[in-house]
């Protein structure tokens, strides 16, 4: 299913699923899944509980790794390379792919350390001039330095729901991946900081590639470019129904499900 | 009435008096129990002596330095004028070990044992003390009644049989000459050896177990035979401890293997070794739950960003696990203190009166002691008896706070 492409100019592809399908023991979670993820561009995955979104989603950095008897079958490369190849490391995929989780869930460490910490483990000899700027930047990356600037030794676990999720987003950029995928990152929080969080994304996208699961209709068409729609199959798989333009999947979509779901008529 | 709220009211009221009862139960069996530990600890007893310090020394004798006791002795044995400390009999003590290197408690002993002779005769409790006067001087007519002429009357004074001498003197033939030295010594090496042993092993099986054991029948059938060794009688430690340890591998445990001739395989380390068996499925399944207690958020958190299993566990894990780990230990720890059966088993000494100096060395422990003073037919040994248990209890409570501090400063 490749997207219609109207008036843009075609996108450069970071990551890409190719027929993927995810297993958990003899379960199949998720079912034949294509789908490319535009770089420097915000997908959203969007449909109804347990349709397979984050597991789709956490198949593009190997977390599915962690859990007992998952697999994938198929592809999922990134930039051309499949992450599932025999002599890749998941540890390094998932420096290049980072991960922001559904409830904030910083280190109980202090702030700078939450940060410092992904980048110490790449280079342990890193000095210090060297990883307070990245610290810096992070934060500043993450709209969270001027708030917490005069606090750095302070715990993480202090900060507020939303800024505890920025401070999240820090630490994942701190390792300068490529991708940033994002699980339902609002849906612990208020919406004020829903806002600031969607208008980070906004800024984040300038740099990076970001998949992000919501089950909130508004966000995914306020803040995303592309939108996947899934559903769950009669056998309990997800599948991806739908894959087009953000715009096209709230106004036009090509499927009746897609139409009804995103018009609150179900789901 | 609708619901029957009131009957279910009154079900409530009388499951809350049966819980309130159960607590107030359980109080009181306690009190009950160190009042009678403190009761046998401390009373007046009627002493007898033959002489008393002040015929030969005007100043108290614990007032003394270590230096005046020595010259006192000398003096005493040089006058000649004592039948209990000849010149001779200060010869042989100086041969066998000179007065210049006697510890000032051993010197004490020395004059107690040679020219004060202080007996006592009966022991009274606490209580007894407190509240029959009466009845202690009835006992102490009695006594001067039935004595012949011309020896020395009893005398009633207060004691506390937790003294410093009880700290310091090993055992002896005497409850009053006897203290729990060598045993406090042993129950402190045998602890320190436990630990050292079952806390790196225990650990590192519980994280094997958590962190990296996949589920399989044959994890599931270890995970099973742990959690019933934690259930296991301790007297079957002690039987594996002495085939194994003591027998079996005799010439490690005795120290043959280093060259030590001198011992066999009833040593502190074969304690330490069966102790540490014993505790080993305490500190597995305690550390267990603490790393299954650490939320699924942070390891996700950790490999999020890319870091390996060995650096989420030793970044993540182990820290938030430390004070539930810290837990176990107590638990282990207070278990390793207050175990008797396996340490009959494999033969800790019942009279020792050498310190132990290493690994290889013969050992008792405190239980050990209290069930050996317990079962002597003088009186006395029951009130040094009930001493050493409440030194017993307190050295427990105090490796209990100290594990706790330590707790608390890590979980901040």
Known sequence: MQPQKQNSKPKEQKMLAEKASIFYGSFRAVADVTLPVYERQITAIIGPSG??????????????????????????LLDGEDIYGAEVDAVAVRRRVGMVFQRPNPFPKSIYDN??????????????????????????????????KDKLKSSGTALSGGQQQRLCIAR????????????????????????????????????????????????????????????????????????DETKRIFTNPRDKRTEDYVSGRFG | MKNNIASRNRTAKIGQSVMFGSTLFALVALVALLLNVVNRSFGN???????????????????????????????????????????????????????????????????NERLIKEEVVTSF??????????????????????????????RIEFRSWINSRFFTQTMGSVAENSGIRVAILGSLAVIALTMLLALPIGIGAAIYLEEYAVKSRLNDLIQTNITNLAGVPSIIYGMLGLFVFVRALESFTSGAMFGITDSNGRTVLSAGLTMSLL???????????????????LRQASYGIGATKWETIRDHIMPAALPGIMTGTILAMSRAMGETAPMVVIGAST??????????????????????????????????????????????????????????????
Not at chain 1, 116 to 133: F, H, M, Q, T, W
Not at chain 2, 130 to 152: H, Y
Request: proline residues 5%.
């Open chain 2, 279 to 297: 505790v080993l499925p305490i500190i597995i399944i305690n550390a267990q739950e603490a790393i299954r207690a650490v939320p699924n958020s």
């Open chain 2, 351 to 412: 009279f020792i009166v050498s310190d132990p100096t290493g690994p290889f060395s013969k050992f008792t422990t405190l239980p050990i002691q209290i069930y050996t003073w317990t079962a002597q037919p003088d009186e006395q040994f029951r009130n040094i008896a009930a001493a050493a248990i409440l030194v017993l209890l307190v050295t427990l409570l105090s490796l209990n706070m100290i594990a706790i501090l330590l707790r608390n400063r890590f979980s901040k």
């Open chain 1, 115 to 148: 940060v410092a910490y992904g980048v110490r483990l790449g280079n342990s000899r890193i000095s210090k001039p060297e990883l307070d700027s990245i610290v810096e930047q992070s934060l500043r990356g993450a709209a969270l330095w001027d708030e917490v």
């Open chain 1, 172 to 243: 994942a950029i701190a390792v300068q991946p490529d991708v940033l995928l994002m699980d339902e990152p609002c849906s612990a929080l208020d919406p004020i900081a829903t806002i600031k969080i969607e208008e980070l994304m906004q800024t984040l996208k300038e740099r990076y590639t970001i998949m992000i699961v919501t089950h909130n209709m508004q966000q995914a068409s306020r803040a995303s470019d592309y939108t996947v729609m899934m559903m769950m199959r009669a056998d309990r798989a997800g599948e991806m129904i739908e894959f």
């Open chain 2, 45 to 111: 007893v009627i002493v007898r002596r033959e002489m008393e310090a002040s015929a030969f020394s005007p100043t108290p004798l614990d007032q003394l330095s270590r230096d005046d006791l020595a010259a006192l002795v000398k003096r005493i044995a040089d006058s000649d004028d004592y039948e209990g400390l000849t010149r001779g009999a200060y010869r042989r003590m100086d041969l066998e070990k000179p007065f210049a290197e006697r510890s000032k408690d051993d010197i004490i002993g020395i004059i």
């Open chain 1, 51 to 76: 349709c397979g979104k984050s597991t789709l989603l956490r198949a593009f950095n190997r977390m599915n790794d962690l859990v007992q008897g998952a697999r994938v079958d198929g592809k999922v």
């Open chain 2, 125 to 154: 409790t606490m209580w007894q003390t407190v509240f029959d006067q009466a009845g202690m001087n009835a006992e102490l007519a009695k006594l001067n009644k039935s004595l012949k002429v011309g020896s020395p009357e009893g």
